[in-house]
């Protein structure tokens, strides 16, 4: 191969690298939703209530009228 071919073949990878960085970036950005979408869950069929730092089962079934029970089976929490 010449020189120019190497050169290209290299502008080439680069472009590939980058592209490959960006579709990297895009997929750690949909992680970081899913994660903050994970955190949320659903209590009966119209509620959503969003886990913050410093809740407990207890105090997210008092914030709801219901029972850690209730939200252990709906979440199916078996070890907790």
Do not use: H, P, W
């Not at 955190?39 to 209530?49: H, M, Q, V």
């Not at 969003?50 to 979440?75: C, H, P, W």
């Amino acid at each position: 191969m010449a020189l120019g071919q190497f050169k290209d073949r290299i502008a080439e990878l680069e472009t590939e690298l980058i592209s490959g960085q960006r579709r990297f970036e895009e997929i750690s950005k949909l992680k970081g939703n899913i994660e903050n979408l994970t955190k949320s869950f659903r209590l009966g069929e119209n509620k959503i209530y969003k886990v913050r730092a410093g809740d407990s089962l207890e105090k997210i079934a008092k914030f709801n009228k219901t029972t850690v029970e209730k939200i252990k089976k709906l979440m199916k929490l078996s070890k907790i």
